[in-house]
């Protein structure tokens, strides 16, 4: 029996463990895996292999809805439903309400993916690089923890994940948006280049246009072929998971290429519980996890531990897991764990019409859309709010399709080919300032069907974010007045709620002080070394980059850096 | 691994749908066609009168009664399904009055002249006609005679002459 004991625990122990098998849990398994380690990957969802997507062939007519989600969906999934990319043909990979619920102390749309490759599956691939200005801004500004690394350390790490995951884009040489290892830019629309023109001239290049940076292998490479990922064929049903892996997921690159290691074993349907700290040895030795579907209890045990869980799953399983060295959560000496909960702000878009280059159009299918770098407080502060926003710019040109009349004649107009004005439009992504008082916290008594304690999440807008929502509404419409749109009007998108841009960040950040961060310059706990965390909740500020390729280049640095000092004996 | 060697043997990453994971088994059943439709003569008609045969498909053919019945049934609120059965109920009375036939039964121009003209049901008749279009114009007959449409065009040309 002993003899038992001991096989079976060895059979549990591996070099390292990664929680999560999202992008950034992905990347743990590939950096510790191809590197030597031994490393498991425990995913609480289901198992999505490569290649197990449903709807990812099925033709527009072929869905019984054509599209839309039935009234049952909708009522039981009020906050999932919320997302623009759930629909008939990707409802199976978003975590439906009721299964997983939570907290709001204040309005949450928490949006999340539990399978293999997280919501990897359904990100919309938009890639920016944070420059020097991004990572020196809460110093600059004053907010409460400022960045432990800058740029020219994560610079090296950006390119090291460009490389392999293929992101495209042109090389703009901007200072506030620094270039990447780009693979073949999309191209522009005639009105976007208009509209990039344009700004160039009126702004004097303060105001740069360009097109969007995103994970789509518009050219791939050797490193891309090896992954079993081939070009993208513009489909732009991207949320329904590629057969070609045209664009980054963990599940058609780096899961696969952990995999192709040997060293990386994956467990789904683990829900991992808390982790486990030795008081002697004074560190954490393993984690606990509830097997989702058996609800058996089941230890594993590995000498460094990745928590890639995303931000919010991340700050539960810290705060869940309590000893006597740690009665507050593993790490969380200074009380801080879970607060500074930041996030973007999508609250608000604007659009218009164009009515140049009617005899033009476009053809074809582009994933990807032109991109206004922020352009508001990037050197010093201009404005009444602090920081700045980014901006989605798009412009395109549908057919209009004439639903005049009844019978044949509606019949013979609806084969009319006739062309409306182009479409243009932005959206806003604003960055917001962590505050100690948006916080997420476990609930006293309330534990979720694997015994883990439900989350209350309180988060809230302020008054920084209304200005910076009303600058974007007044720049933007002198931006697009100035190219001679017409037709132009804000929006307001009523009921958005903090959660629905899915950056959540923060809880468990970066700093250089453990008395107001929990992390060190290389995502280790402060108190609690061979703990490391490079998921959102790492994130000392948020900026107004899509925050998922610096947690990838976060977690190759701090991966290389946790091999190393395993290697050294260190950890 | 082996779901790799698949990936490369196929070259371009084409994967067959034949071994998907029992998650995911109902994406593979045709229950589309499974489904039992208690109104679907009355709106065979409503959509045939709508978007007629011709010499080309009509929204019949593309099946577009079939669609708005289940999307009515599973998609929309109680309220809307029982403004539908009223304004069905109002249809077929109309059609008796007028014609002393069922509604399903009257040739298409009895029947749109029904439809177009009921005032009192008006929001619901534009809501048949939206829905017809909305299937008839994303069928496969229109869409790929039509609109010329690929579902992997694997280009973009952001500026060309019409
Ligand atoms: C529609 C949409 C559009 C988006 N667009 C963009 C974009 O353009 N650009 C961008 O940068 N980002 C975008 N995002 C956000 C992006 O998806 C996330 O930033 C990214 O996936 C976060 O990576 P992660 O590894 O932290 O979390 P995830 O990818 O969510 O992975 C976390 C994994 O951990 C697992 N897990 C959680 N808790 C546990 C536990 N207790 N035990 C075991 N496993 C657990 C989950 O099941 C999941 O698989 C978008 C997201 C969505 C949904």
């Known amino acids: 029996m002993a003899n038992f004991n001991i096989d079976s625990k060895k059979k549990r122990t591996f070099d390292a463990i990664a929680i999560g098998s999202g992008i950034s849990g992905g990347w743990a398994a590939k950096e510790l895996s191809e590197k030597g380690l031994k490393t498991l990957v425990l995913e609480r969802g289901k198992e999505v292999n490569h290649g197990d997507y449903p709807t990812t062939m099925m033709q527009p007519w072929e869905f019984e809805h054509l599209g839309q989600i039935t009234k049952e969906m909708k009522d039981a999934n009020p906050i999932a439903t919320k997302c623009y990319a759930f629909g008939e043909d990707s409802s199976h990979f978003f975590v439906k309400d009721a299964e997983h619920p939570y907290i709001q102390e204040k309005p949450f749309d928490w949006i999340r993916g539990y399978q293999s490759g997280g919501k990897s599956l359904l990100w919309a691939r938009g890639t920016q690089r944070w420059s020097k200005y991004d990572f020196e801004g809460p110093a600059r500004d004053g907010f409460d923890v400022h960045w432990p690394i800058g740029y020219e350390d994560l610079a090296p790490w950006y390119s090291h994940v460009e490389i392999f995951a293929g992101i495209s884009g042109n090389k703009d040489g901007l200072e506030s948006l620094p270039d990447g290892e780009f693979l073949k830019p999309h191209e522009q629309t005639c009105v976007e280049k208009h509209f990039t023109d344009q700004m160039r001239k009126h702004y004097n290049g303060a105001r740069p246009v360009i097109i969007g940076r995103c994970a789509h292998l518009t050219d791939p490479q050797p490193i891309h072929y090896q992954q079993g990922r081939a070009k993208c064929q513009q489909r732009d049903l991207c949320q329904r998971g590629c057969p070609y892996g045209g664009y980054f997921s963990s599940n058609a690159s780096t899961l696969p290429w952990a995999k192709m290691t040997g060293n990386m074993t994956m467990r789904n349907n683990s829900v991992v519980h808390s982790i486990i700290y030795d008081e002697k040895k004074q560190k954490a030795i393993g984690v606990k996890v509830i097997d989702a579907i058996t609800k058996q209890e089941i230890e594993y045990f590995a000498r460094i531990i990745f928590v890639n869980g995303s931000t919010v799953n991340t700050n539960i399983i810290l705060l869940n897991s309590k000893s006597s060295r740690f009665p507050n959560g593993l790490g969380n000496d200074n009380g801080l764990m879970g607060k500074y909960i930041h996030f973007h702000n999508f609250e608000t878009t604007i659009s218009g019409e164009y009515e140049g280059f009617l005899d033009k159009k476009t053809d074809g299918i582009r994933p990807n859309g032109s991109y206004i770098p922020r352009f508001r407080n990037v050197k010093k502060q201009e404005t009444d709010f602090l920081r700045g926003y980014a901006s989605g710019f798009s412009a395109s040109r549908m057919e209009v399709t004439n639903r005049e009349g009844w019978g044949e004649e509606l019949k013979k107009n609806l084969f009319e080919k006739k062309y409306g004005n182009w479409r243009v439009g932005s959206h806003f992504m604003g960055e917001t300032i962590p505050k100690i008082s948006n916080y997420v916290k476990l609930d006293e008594t309330l534990k979720d069907q694997w015994g883990v304690p439900q989350v209350r999440i309180h988060v809230e807008m302020d008054g920084n974010d209304a200005k910076m929502a009303k600058d974007f509404r007044e720049q933007l419409t002198e931006m697009y007045t100035l190219a001679g749109f017409t037709n132009i009007k804000t929006h307001s998108r009523n009921g958005w709620n903090p959660g629905l841009d899915i950056h959540e960040m923060g809880g468990v950040i970066m700093g250089n002080d453990p008395k107001n961060s929990q992390l060190n310059e290389w995502n280790q706990l402060h108190h609690c070394k061979n703990v490391f965390v490079t998921d959102g909740a790492c994130m000392t500020s948020n900026s107004t980059q899509n925050p998922s390729l610096t947690y990838m280049a976060l977690t190759a640095r701090a991966a290389n850096h946790a091999v190393e000092e395993f290697k050294k004996g260190n950890l | ?162």
């Open chain 2, 1 to 162: 691994m082996e779901r790799r060697n698949v990936i490369k043997s196929l070259g371009i990453g084409l994967l067959g749908l034949g071994n998907l994971p029992s998650w995911a088994n109902n994406w593979n059943s045709g229950s589309f066609e499974h489904f039992e439709f208690e109104n679907s003569e009355m709106f065979a008609k409503i959509v045939d009168c709508i978007i007629p045969e011709t010499n080309t498909p009509g929204a019949k053919s593309v099946g577009a009664h079939k669609y708005l019945e289940k999307v009515i049934k599973d998609c929309y609120s109680e309220q809307i399904q029982s403004e539908v059965k009223q304004t069905l109920k109002n249809l077929e009375k109309e059609a008796m009055v007028k014609h002393q036939k069922s509604f399903e039964k009257l040739d298409n121009l009895q029947a749109l002249e029904i439809l177009k003209n009921n005032t009192a049901n008006k929001k619901t008749v534009d809501f048949f006609k939206n829905l017809t279009i909305r299937s008839y114009t994303s069928s496969e007959y229109y869409l790929t005679n039509h609109k010329n449409y690929q579902m992997a065009p694997a280009y973009f040309h952001g500026c060309v002459a019409i």
